[in-house]
């Protein structure tokens, strides 16, 4: 039960560059997250998937966009990566009937040149 | 919206007892969560409070007070493996249940 797993761990993109950020649980949860986290700034909610087949905006979506595949997997995109999209990305999943518990991936460190 | 404010650093020593403060604003929550991540990790969950008042879960305790918008963690008898950032986290009422984060405490633990 390896819980919430990420893909890539670490990430260096050229201005411009595209690329998709891979998340998958095994806990059968039906919600999923991926957030930002940048020094001094918290944690910030980009989308959201409440259930297989829905996502929506969280608080910082510009340049993003988001695949629920299945109920598994939720992936991030960046169509065309900018310097301000360096950051540390999260993909989280609370429990079921307990969303203040979220269970989190080990994080994607991207950086963007 | 939603908004919390922590202090940004903490230094307490080996062995003390510490308190990390969250003030928060809010239009309405069901809870307030605290985490804690550490250089390089990933958050983990800590406690969860509902209701006012104290949560305790071994050496940590959470405590809310929704009059004065506020809550803390108290970690007593420090160890040096307690150095992380710590987050609270409101969980947000009305429509779906996101969760808003602080900004976070780093707590430094010396001997």
């Known amino acids: 039960n390896a819980g919430v797993t990420q893909t890539p761990k670490f990430q260096v993109l050229k201005t411009g560059q595209s690329m998709t950020l891979q998340c998958a649980q095994d806990?059968?949860?039906?919600?999923m997250y991926w957030y930002r986290q940048d020094p001094g700034m918290g944690l910030r909610l980009i989308y959201y998937?409440?259930?297989?087949?829905?996502?929506d905006k969280g608080e910082v979506p510009n340049g993003y966009n988001v695949s629920r595949l299945n109920k598994r997997e939720f992936s991030l995109r960046l169509e065309s990566a900018a310097p301000s999209q360096t950051s540390v990305y999260f993909c989280?999943?609370?429990?079921?009937?307990?969303?203040?518990?979220?269970?989190f991936g080990p994080g994607t460190r991207l950086t963007v040149t | 919206g939603q908004s919390l404010e922590q202090p940004s650093e903490v230094t307490a020593v080996e062995g003390a007892i510490v308190q990390i403060n969250c003030t928060y604003q809010?239009?309405?929550?069901?809870?307030l969560s605290w985490y804690q991540q550490h250089d390089g990790g990933a958050p983990t969950f800590l406690s969860y409070?509902?209701?006012?008042g104290l949560e305790e879960t071994g050496r940590f305790s959470s405590f809310l007070s929704r009059s004065d918008s506020y809550g803390y963690l108290l970690l007593q008898e420090l160890q040096m493996k307690d150095s992380a950032s710590y987050f609270c986290?409101?969980?947000?009422?009305?429509?779906?249940?996101?969760?808003?984060f602080g900004t976070g405490t780093k707590l430094q633990v010396i001997p």
């Open positions: 409070n509902a209701l006012d």
């Open positions: 998937s409440a259930s297989e087949g829905t996502t």
């Open positions: 809010t239009s309405g929550f069901y809870g």
């Open positions: 986290a409101l969980l947000n009422s009305g429509g779906y249940q996101k969760v808003t």
């Open positions: 806990m059968n949860h039906n919600s």
């Open positions: 989280a999943s609370p429990g079921q009937g307990r969303s203040y518990e979220q269970y």
